[in-house]
């Protein structure tokens, strides 16, 4: 006899038996099993749940088209909640509302917040990528998000600026100034690192024309290596730019430009 399993309140004697009553695969649930690493119990509840809201989640009478944009409106970490849903067999309402029922309270900066991710969501930080930078340094979440913050260039293409002058990367800024990359390791500062280096003779000071070199984009009289790095560092849309340039015959930079006066223009309007 193989082992109970459990559904909406009902036992079944195995879970093939369970399949076969519900019409789903059972190699569906053993694979969900394996890879969520769940009990067949809290796999079929998965896989019935995705079945059951595969076109919309509600939260406060509120419709959304998945999980992770309900969270992320809410400033809510959505493997969390998922996770909660998964473990207690609940509903989205349910995972929230219990969650928001135990806060973890975080203090940024003398402000408190509810949760981390309601004080990244109210800065427009992240959430994902401070947590993955304080795991792999070891600092604390307000040390990362003060990093952030101050070098908002280099958010994600790797981008930074050196007295006022933007760089590719960290890594090219280093060669330029003489410094091994690895120095910039863990350093909070490294604009300050740099003017130190410099003082102690063991560096010099990087050029305009060193932080040009490899560029082949010049919007707005910064010099970007492509356009990627341009998109991110002007806040637009990269897919949108690239259907400008190939359905309107645009340059990058035309694309760009444009990209960055439709969103001037929308902010006026509001």
Known sequence: ??????????EYSSVSECCKQLGISV???DAIRKNQRMTESQAVWYYMKQKEYHIEYEYNGKKYASIKECCRELGLN??????????QEITLQEAIDDWYSNPIPF???????????SCTSDLGVPYNLI?????????????????????PQGKRSGAITYDNVKWKSIRSLAKACGIPAYEFKNQPDIQAYID???????????SVEDAQKGACLKIKGEFFTGLSQA???FG????????????????PEQAVATLIEYRRNRKEAD
């Open 1 to 10: 006899m193989g082992k109970l399993v459990y559904y909406n309140g009902k």
């Open 27 to 29: 190699a569906s649930i």
């Open 78 to 87: 959505p493997n969390t909640i998922t996770k909660k849903m998964l473990k």
């Open 107 to 117: 203090e940024f900066q003398g402000k408190q917040y509810n949760t981390l991710q």
């Open 131 to 151: 947590y993955r930078r304080a795991y792999n340094s070891g600092k604390t979440y307000p040390e990362i998000i003060e990093e952030y913050l101050r070098n």
């Open 196 to 206: 130190k280096k410099i003082q102690e003779g063991r560096a010099h000071k990087p």
């Open 231 to 233: 998109c991110d560092y």
């Open 236 to 251: 637009v849309n990269e897919a949108t730019a690239r259907y400008l340039m190939k359905n309107e015959n645009m340059t």
